[in-house]
């Protein structure tokens, strides 16, 4: 059964750094895409970045690049979002997603409606 579970959210004041954790059992890490996703009160959910399953591959929305920075570690089955510099409006409920299809070894797809498990989330608030 496949299932995924975020940790690490909380409070930092802008600018400072968070780093998230997806602990995942039920499936092969290394044959799935990995993907992080937010959603802000009242906002549609949004992608932030994916790991491709084959060569670990990363990628990131805009808004993120050079601020976040994802990571696997295959060994554990588990997956982390290292956040930097946050911002305001980085508060949201994060989430990660994964898709074994075994389609997308070589890139991800940072588009919530492509992946079929997701984890519950975790509270992400950027505040003074």
């Known amino acids: 059964q496949v299932q995924l579970v975020e940790s690490g959210g909380g409070l930092v004041q802008p600018g400072g750094s968070l780093r998230l954790s997806c602990a995942a059992s039920?499936?092969?890490?290394?044959?799935?895409?990995i993907g992080w996703f937010r959603q802000a009160p009242g906002k549609e959910r949004e992608g932030v970045s994916c790991?491709?399953?084959?060569?670990?591959?990363?990628y990131y929305v805009d808004s993120v690049k050079g601020r976040f920075t994802m990571s696997r570690d295959n060994a554990k089955n588990t997956v982390y979002l290292q956040m930097n510099s946050l911002k305001p409006e980085d508060t949201a409920v994060y989430y990660c997603?994964?898709?074994?299809?075994?389609?997308?070894?070589?890139?991800?797809?940072?588009?919530?409606?492509?992946?079929?498990?997701w984890g519950r989330g975790t509270q992400v608030t950027v505040s003074s």
């Open positions: 790991v491709s399953s084959s060569d670990g591959g990363t």
């Open positions: 039920g499936f092969f890490l290394d044959l799935a895409a």
């Open positions: 997603a994964t898709d074994v299809s075994g389609h997308f070894r070589s890139w991800c797809p940072i588009s919530p409606g492509v992946y079929g498990y």
